[in-house]
């Protein structure tokens, strides 16, 4: 018997398959890629995922994950997939983390001060999930983790973000098993789903934002504040647009001037993108970047190498569509005179 919310986890429209590349990495499971370019390199830091007994539910708990790997390779150019995918291997376990009970989800990385910072979810021994930070030497780590969580962090997938000026965001927050829905303020309440199904036309909930201090190991005085995206009438994304309002997967870019929030609607599995003036917000809806893809979940990052824009991001194909058992993809992205994102293969 299925709990009434898992209905939800059917999707309910035709899924357009997008034209699929290899996997970029075929040797173990991946997914939630965060790509960044370190030293002239390409660096993706994702989950690594694992096989496990656990049947697919709304808590995710079927994404059991015990590691981080991180991959490099040092051009996109020379064919589809790369030839040269560099597995640094296991660069942090669970049981190095001194705080951690289980579930390492979607993390990603910063540099900053010589240094390099691995940000990732886990639950605590509590089952809450909090974000936690671990410190590099080297892009590829090993990284070390800090004994505790960041102080005023909780639910998933950090997003690390460093502008031109050198000020660092962290973004974060997912629903349903990320349990962005259990929070008001400082208050966790886990048993909210219901609560949240029912807002329909009132605002969505919203992914937050916390500048890091210099440290990068906390968030700065001003602590978490909300990310507003609306629409382009200006009025909020309201919980009931389940094809625009937020679910999880943050990301940040900047392009001209301009910065770009993109995220997963989760239960319509589309990736979308808002942009604004501001790394903190507003941020107005502009449209879609990805389809549904093989699999029910979708993230993504976007990030700019050897001249070209790439899509990073992940389906489930590798395994013949076992959501929990996913693999990493990149497609070349492009930008049309208005600033809006298109795909380089669906021209
Ligand atoms: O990988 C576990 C979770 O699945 C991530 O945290 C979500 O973004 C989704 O991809």
């Known amino acids: 018997t299925q709990l009434p919310h898992l209905q939800n986890i059917t999707p309910n ?40 007994d656990i049947r697919d539910n709304d808590n995710g708990d079927q994404y059991a994950m015990t590691d981080y790997h991180v991959f490099s ?7 589809s997939p790369p030839a040269v995918v560099t597995d640094h291997g296991p660069v942090l376990s669970l049981s190095q983390i001194p705080w951690a009970a289980k579930q390492l989800w979607a993390p990603d990385a910063a540099a900053k001060n010589g240094k390099y910072y691995l940000y990732f ?73 219901e609560e949240m199904e029912a807002r329909g036309e009132e605002a969505a909930l919203r992914p937050r934002v916390a500048r890091l201090r210099e440290d990068m190991l906390g968030f700065d005085e001003d ?8 629409m382009p009438d200006g009025t909020p994304v309201p919980a009931g647009d389940r ?41 107005t809806y502009r449209g879609v970047i990805l389809r549904p893809v093989v699999g029910w979940t979708t993230h993504h990052s976007i990030v700019e190498f050897e001249g070209r824009w790439w899509l990073f991001y ?23 005179a208005e600033g809006a994102i298109r795909l380089m293969d669906e021209q």
């Open 13 to 52: 429209f035709l899924p357009t398959m997008p034209p699929s590349p290899k996997p970029l990495i075929s040797h173990i499971y991946t997914a939630d890629p965060s790509a960044h370019v370190f030293n002239d390199r390409i660096y993706i830091y994702p989950s690594h995922d694992i096989s496990t």
């Open 73 to 79: 390779t040092p051009s996109l150019r020379s064919s």
């Open 121 to 193: 979810p886990a639950r605590d021994m509590a089952g809450v999930f909090r974000i936690g930070v671990a410190v590099g030497e080297a892009p590829e780590g090993p990284f070390r983790a800090e004994p505790a969580p960041i102080p005023g962090s909780y639910s998933i997938d950090p997003a690390a973000f460093v502008d031109e000026d050198g000020a660092a965001y962290l973004y974060f927050g997912g629903v349903w098993g990320g349990q962005l829905q259990c929070w008001r303020g400082e208050d966790f309440n886990g048993d909210a789903y």
């Open 223 to 230: 602590g978490v504040r909300e990310v507003e995206i609306l």
């Open 243 to 283: 094809e625009k309002r937020f679910f999880e997967a943050s990301w940040v870019h900047k392009r001209g001037g301009v910065y770009y929030f993109s995220y997963s609607t989760g239960d319509s599995h589309l990736l979308i993108y808002a942009t604004g003036g501001s790394p903190l917000g507003p941020f």
């Open 314 to 336: 992940h389906d489930a194909s590798l395994s013949g569509g076992v959501n929990h058992l996913r693999c990493v993809k990149v497609r070349e992205i492009w930008y049309d």
